[in-house]
């Protein structure tokens, strides 16, 4: 059995001093098993899948993958060079030529669809899962229009992990129906006083290693409903 874990800096462990652990590390230890970390910094939910896809065969049934579900703001491009890339608001010129009319409904449409396609993946190995939003939540109400079947069981909370660790509630929303007019045009996620308490503490907007152990512990907890 083996851990793998996709997602963005969460993920990843951004912010994190060179001698500390991201919580895959902590849940590795905890199972007495390997891992395997696939977090990059800035991802976007196509990017994750893109990699999930592409590592599908390394995943067993007896492995268990964690799924951090990136901001769906943030969307992807391609280029001969580089080929699929996450892009997001702090490559703005990009980011707004990309944008041009598309919709909300556009944005909460494909962040269903890569969900479903996630966990259909997923499902098919028959290996556990946990899937958890860093910032914002997926509403039930906006998916059932799609008529996709997403299992809401796989998810650590309805919360984010960003609620569950910061001692102030954020109410801030992934979806960008605020653009073009937005004046943070540099940031795609909560401003930097939602990230507070002992969890956050020496870091910007990503968890400290304390606040990775608390993660590992979350789910944890939550994979030992699956048995």
């Known amino acids: 059995m083996a851990v793998f874990c996709f997602g963005d800096s969460w993920a990843r462990g951004a912010e994190l001093k060179e001698f500390e652990k ?12 390997s891992y395997v970390n696939y977090g990059e910094d800035d991802n976007s939910l196509g990017m994750v899948l893109n990699t999930i896809v592409s590592k599908s065969k390394e995943i067993t049934v007896d492995d268990i993958v964690i799924v951090i579900v990136p901001p ?3 969307w992807y491009d391609e ?12 490559q703005r010129d990009d980011y707004f030529k990309f944008l041009k009319n598309k919709t909300l409904e556009w944005f909460i449409y494909h962040h269903v669809l890569f969900i479903y396609a996630i966990q259909k993946i997923l499902n098919d190995i028959g290996c556990r899962y946990v899937m958890a939003h860093n910032y914002g939540q997926l509403n039930p109400d906006e998916c059932k229009k799609y ?9 650590l909370s309805n919360e984010s992990l960003t609620n569950l660790l910061s001692t102030r509630r954020s109410e801030w929303k992934s979806y960008p129906t605020h653009l ?3 004046h943070r045009y540099d940031e795609d996620g909560p401003p930097t006083h939602e990230f507070s308490g002992i969890y956050f503490e020496g870091c910007c907007d990503h968890p400290n290693e304390l606040g990775h152990r608390k993660i590992s512990e979350l789910i944890f907890k939550k994979l030992n409903q699956f048995k």
């Open 72 to 74: 769906d703001i943030r």
């Open 79 to 90: 280029d001969e060079e580089n080929g699929f890339y996450s892009l997001t608001l702090w």
């Open 147 to 155: 008529d996709l079947s997403i299992d809401y069981s796989k998810f």
């Open 22 to 33: 991201p919580f895959v590390h902590w849940l590795s230890a905890e199972l007495g098993t």
């Open 180 to 182: 073009p007019s937005c």
